[in-house]
């Protein structure tokens, strides 16, 4: 292994344009539905050249631009050309709502857009100067991506191009929360807190030059930002996707070893091994249904002939939804089913989860090879600190952002004197240093006859039932537990045509009722009595970004939910 001897993002650029000339290192699907590939001496030509054009523009250190667009390489070829430069880059999520979108370029008095979304342009309000990709507008203020790379160009012919140098302490970005509790935060990140994550995912997972990556999450992500740092360190080839519902297809033509994903992707591939066994003809069906079972034990052995039987008939045909060749998948963003987590890691797909906050660059802990233990999210990752005070996870190290934008009075609040972040999880870490999250704080209700209510294992737990998406808890300073229930929409699609129902007419069968209900009463034998399903709403209508329901990185607004459908929920008391 190479040592990291870099402090800064610039300095990581340099090492990796020195360090590794991998023709196949950015990936981008083309207009004629082909991967194209940009190879690292191209990347390094193209940060450059742009880097000058934007300086040419006006961009100088301190100044403030949005990146607001689908992740791809040009979204790092740009992020790159900032950090030359000193600006600061912001990552907006391409599927943002229009009132945060705005809300997010006047908090960081945004002065520049990068966008590849033409749809959007009428979405912004805010008085900005547009750099355009995939599409040009001949108007003032607006600037085009290919255009300008080749000003760039020229510009460096000539030798007029001044980059800079940052210290670690310097502001790297500024990365905005989902906004699931209010507006969005913006957390100022340094160079500091960036490459401290890149050395420590380093010591943990070290991939050689050779692995391949399928990215899928959104950059605007701080998850994958920091993670697409360390690929980007370690010079692998990486490998963008399209569109999210070509995941399926692009996970068998790439063939990646390392993904990063979201609970919800392997929620939906768990969901639909489930589906399709039930489909197959009747011995395959047995044969299936019986290894599907078989793989959702705690202590399987592995040696024993069944297992090897099962591995070879059926594991081996899930693990190729992944590809076929996956050594390495993390899971973060969100708690992950332990049933699920123990399915995958039962069938040998590399199953890794962690744990992580915006403020904390973000990644707290996780599972790695060699230290992986299923219902938690791993181990403190090497520089940081934990501890738990009154049920709460604090954090602290070189990760921790220097504060919240235009906000100080919530990071003296967050940021404890000593240092310590106070995460808002209710948390334990057993002996040998592994974290179990229980719950957020915001997430545990108190009724009105004074019972405590962990919403997040029950909503869980209901949205297992096949035509519920998500639920939502309702119990705080209420006389009992009740529950707003959201359809599975992709469900009733799929029966649409055939049923000639309307969405609430096909909900409202009583077989469909009676699964619903069914369900329920199952769950109401397992909780205390305080927290039993006493009564619940069909919510048909689809939850939306826009809408408020759903942020870009589709966390469930629970505020938002409750303030929207206060009606349903006043009926049910």
């Not at 399926?248 to 063939?255: D, G, H, I, Q």
């Not at 049920?391 to 235009?406: A, I, Q, T």
């Not at 869980?460 to 009992?480: C, G, M, P």
């Amino acid at each position: 292994m190479n040592p990291y001897r870099f402090s800064t993002y610039n300095e990581m650029f340099d090492y990796l344009t020195t360090t590794y000339d991998n023709p196949t290192l950015l990936n981008f699907i083309n207009a004629n539905n082909k991967y194209e590939s940009i190879s690292a001496l191209q990347f390094k030509e193209k940060v450059i050249c742009l880097c000058a054009a934007l300086q040419n523009l006006g961009i100088k250190k301190g100044t403030m631009v949005a990146i607001f667009s689908k992740s791809s390489p040009f979204w790092l070829i740009f992020d790159f050309a900032l950090q030359q430069l000193g600006a600061v880059s912001v990552p907006i999520f391409a599927n943002i709502s229009t009132k945060n979108l705005n809300f997010e370029l006047k908090d960081s008095k945004c002065k520049y857009i990068f966008i590849d979304d033409i749809n959007r342009i009428n979405d912004i309000k805010e008085e900005i100067i547009f750099i355009t990709h995939n599409f040009c507008i001949k108007e003032k203020n607006y600037y085009n991506l290919d255009e300008i790379i080749v000003m760039g160009k020229e510009i460096c012919n000539r030798l007029e191009y001044v980059e800079h140098k940052p210290k670690e302490d310097d502001i790297f970005s500024i990365v905005y929360t989902s906004g699931n509790t209010g507006d969005p935060k913006g957390v100022i990140l340094s160079h500091k807190n960036i490459i401290s994550q890149v050395k420590d995912i380093n010591e943990l997972i070290q991939l050689d030059k050779k692995e391949v990556i399928l990215s899928i999450l959104p950059l605007a992500h701080i998850f994958e930002r920091a993670v697409m740092s360390y690929y980007i360190s370690r010079g692998v080839s990486i490998y963008f996707i399209d569109d999210i519902t070509n995941v399926a297809t692009l996970m068998k033509t790439v063939r990646p070893t390392m993904m990063t994903v979201v609970p919800r992707l392997l929620e939906k591939i768990y969901y639909k091994i489930k589906t399709n066994i039930s489909d197959k003809p009747f011995f395959s069906k047995l044969i299936a249904s019986f290894a599907f079972h078989y793989a959702l034990k705690e202590n399987i052995n592995k040696d024993s002939i069944l297992f090897k039987l099962f591995n070879k008939l059926v594991y081996s045909k899930f693990r190729e939804i992944f590809g076929g060749r996956i050594k390495w998948l993390v899971s973060g963003g969100a708690p992950l089913e332990k049933n699920i987590y123990q399915f995958f890691l039962n069938i040998e797909v590399p199953l890794y989860q962690g744990y992580g906050m915006t403020e904390f660059s973000p990644v707290i802990s996780t599972n790695y090879p060699g230290a992986n233990r299923v219902g938690t999210s791993g181990k403190a990752m090497p520089t940081a600190e934990v501890k738990i005070e009154n049920d709460e996870l604090l954090v602290k190290g070189p990760s921790l952002m220097k504060g919240y934008l235009n906000n100080e009075e919530l990071t003296k609040k967050t940021i404890d004197e000593k240092g310590w972040l106070h995460t808002g999880d209710v948390a334990s870490i057993d002996e040998d240093g592994y974290i179990y999250i229980q719950s957020r704080k915001k997430d545990i209700f108190k009724t009105s006859t004074g019972e405590y209510v962990n919403a997040i294992p029950i909503e869980q737990e209901l949205s297992k039932n096949k035509y519920i998406e998500f639920a939502v808890l309702i119990s705080s300073n209420r006389k009992y537990t009740t529950a707003l229930l959201f359809v599975d929409h992709e469900r009733y699609t799929q029966h649409e045509k055939s049923s000639n129902l309307t969405i609430d007419e096909y909900f409202n069968q009583s077989r469909i009722q009676k699964s619903i209900q069914n369900h329920i009463d199952r769950l109401n034998k397992k909780v205390n009595k305080w927290e039993m399903i006493i009564k619940y709403k069909l919510i048909t209508k689809q939850a939306t970004i826009e809408g408020g329901e759903l942020t870009p990185s589709m966390k469930v607004c629970r505020e938002a939910i409750e303030n929207k459908y206060k009606e349903e929920i006043q009926s049910m008391y």
